[in-house]
C-alpha cells in the first residue's frame, strides 16, 4: 500500500546551520507531495508542495525537490533559526482512496541559539 | 487555517461520558477528517467523509462517532467506549471529494481532550 517514511528524529541542529530531513514514499501512480509544520499546541500547516516530478517546492526558506527517479522528497533549509523548531510531516496523495492522505510519522527538530 | 474552527480547545471528560467535538469549515471543501494525535506521535485517522451525508472509517474509529449532515460540520463523538481518549484532535478537510485531487489538507488548530 501507500506509504510515506521521513527519518527519525529528534533533530538538533545549532541556529544557521544546514537543515535536511529525510521523505521516501511508495506510492502508486504519480502523487502530489507535501510538507507539513507543526508548532506546540498548534494544527499542521501547509510549508510547501510539489505536484509533478522535478518540481520543487519552497516557502520560508525551506525547499524541497521532487525526485521520482528516487521516489525522495527531502526538505532543506540553509540556514535554520531557533523560531523553525516544530515538528515537521512529509505527507503523500493516496492513490488506492482519492481522498486520503498520507503522512509521515513526524520529525522534531530543535534548534539551539 | 482560518477557515477551520475545532471547539472547545480543551474539553475534559468524566468516566461513562460521551462528549461531541465541533469543527465547521467555510472553505466549501467536499471532503473531511478527524486526526487523534498522542504525544509525541505522528497522526492517526479516525474517520473521514467524502461528501455530505457519507463518511468511512479509519485506521482508529472504535469507540468513535460522526456524522457529516451539512457541508461545513463535521462533529466527532468519543464514546464511553474509546478507554483512553486522552488526546489532541485534528480536524481537517480538503478540496477533493470522490475523485482524485492533488489539492493538501487544511488544519484546524485542535481540541486537546483529557480525562477528569
Known amino acids: 500500500g501507500d506509504s510515506v517514511t521521513q527519518m527519525e528524529g529528534p533533530v538538533t541542529l545549532s541556529e544557521e546551520a544546514f537543515l535536511t530531513i529525510n521523505c521516501t514514499y511508495t506510492a502508486t501512480g504519480y502523487p502530489s507531495l507535501f510538507w507539513y509544520v507543526q508548532y506546540p499546541g498548534e494544527g499542521l500547516q501547509l510549508l510547501l508542495k510539489a505536484t509533478k516530478a522535478d518540481d520543487k517546492g519552497s516557502n520560508k526558506g525551506f525547499e524541497a525537490t521532487y525526485r521520482k527517479e528516487t521516489t525522495s522528497f527531502h526538505l532543506e533549509k540553509g540556514s535554520v533559526q531557533v523560531s523553525d523548531s516544530a515538528v515537521y510531516f512529509c505527507?503523500?496523495?493516496?492513490?488506492?482512496?482519492?481522498?486520503?492522505?498520507?503522512f509521515g510519522s513526524g520529525t522534531r527538530l530543535s534548534i539551539r541559539p | 487555517d482560518g477557515g477551520i474552527t475545532q471547539s472547545p480547545k480543551y474539553l475534559f471528560r468524566k468516566e461513562g461520558q460521551n462528549v461531541t467535538l465541533s469543527c465547521e469549515q467555510n472553505l466549501n471543501h467536499d471532503a473531511m477528517y478527524w486526526y487523534r494525535q498522542d504525544p509525541g506521535q505522528g497522526l492517526r485517522l479516525i474517520y473521514y467523509?467524502?461528501?455530505?451525508?457519507?463518511?468511512q472509517k479509519g485506521d482508529i474509529a472504535e469507540g468513535y462517532s460522526v456524522s457529516r449532515e451539512k457541508k461545513e460540520s463535521f462533529p466527532l463523538t468519543v464514546t464511553s467506549a474509546q478507554k483512553n481518549p486522552t488526546a489532541f484532535y485534528l480536524c481537517?478537510?480538503?478540496?477533493?471529494?470522490?475523485?482524485?485531487?492533488?489539492?493538501?489538507?487544511?488544519f484546524g488548530d485542535g481540541t486537546r481532550l483529557s480525562i477528569l
Open positions: 467523509s467524502q461528501i455530505v451525508n457519507d463518511f
Open positions: 481537517a478537510t480538503r478540496d477533493a471529494g470522490q475523485v482524485y485531487s492533488n489539492q493538501p489538507q487544511h
Open positions: 505527507a503523500a496523495t493516496g492513490y488506492s482512496s482519492a481522498s486520503k492522505i498520507i
